[in-house]
């Protein structure tokens, strides 16, 4: 699947903020999507993951309740809706699709995700 984020920005603290993921390739449907991010001088962590049939999503502990990922299976989109944005969220965000088709649930780890987009910044300004 080739991968192409958008929508990063430069934000205040407490705005808001939403990605999307264009997909093309292999079918889309067929895999679970996630969203990582890296900051500078860290490394890349799992942010969110939602299912291939939309029917779960997982969420790291610091964006439960801030974040939602949704897809649209009819686009080949997968989106990030980031609310009450904070400075810790600053990072690079990459969307990406699982390596597996129809895995049955959802994966957290870097290694289980084969294709990669290139990236947006995210910016938060406190």
Same mark, same amino acid.
């Given at each position: 699947?080739?991968?192409?984020?958008?929508?990063?920005?430069?934000?205040?603290?407490?705005?808001?903020?939403?990605?999307?993921?264009?997909?093309?390739?292999?079918?889309?449907?067929?895999?679970?999507?996630?969203?990582f991010r890296q900051?500078?001088?860290?490394?890349?962590?799992?942010?969110?993951?939602?299912?291939y049939g939309k029917?779960?999503?997982?969420?790291?502990?610091?964006?439960?309740?801030?974040?939602?990922?949704?897809?649209?299976?009819?686009?080949?989109?997968?989106?990030? /809706?980031?609310?009450?944005?904070?400075?810790?969220?600053?990072?690079?965000?990459?969307?990406?699709?699982?390596?597996?088709?129809?895995?049955?649930?959802l994966r957290l780890?870097?290694?289980?995700?084969?294709?990669?987009? /290139?990236?947006?910044?995210?910016?938060?300004?406190?």
């Amino acid at each position: 699947v080739q991968l192409q984020a958008s929508g990063g920005g430069l934000v205040q603290a407490g705005g808001s903020l939403r990605l999307s993921c264009a997909a093309s390739g292999r079918t889309f449907s067929a895999y679970n999507m996630g969203w990582f991010r890296q900051a500078p001088g860290k490394e890349r962590e799992f942010v969110a993951a939602i299912s291939y049939g939309k029917h779960s999503t997982r969420y790291a502990d610091s964006v439960a309740g801030r974040f939602a990922i949704s897809r649209d299976s009819a686009k080949n989109t997968v989106s990030l /809706q980031m609310n009450s944005l904070n400075s810790e969220d600053t990072a690079r965000y990459y969307c990406a699709a699982d390596s597996m088709r129809y895995r049955g649930h959802l994966r957290l780890a870097v290694d289980d995700y084969a294709d990669w987009g /290139q990236g947006t910044q995210v910016t938060v300004s406190s």
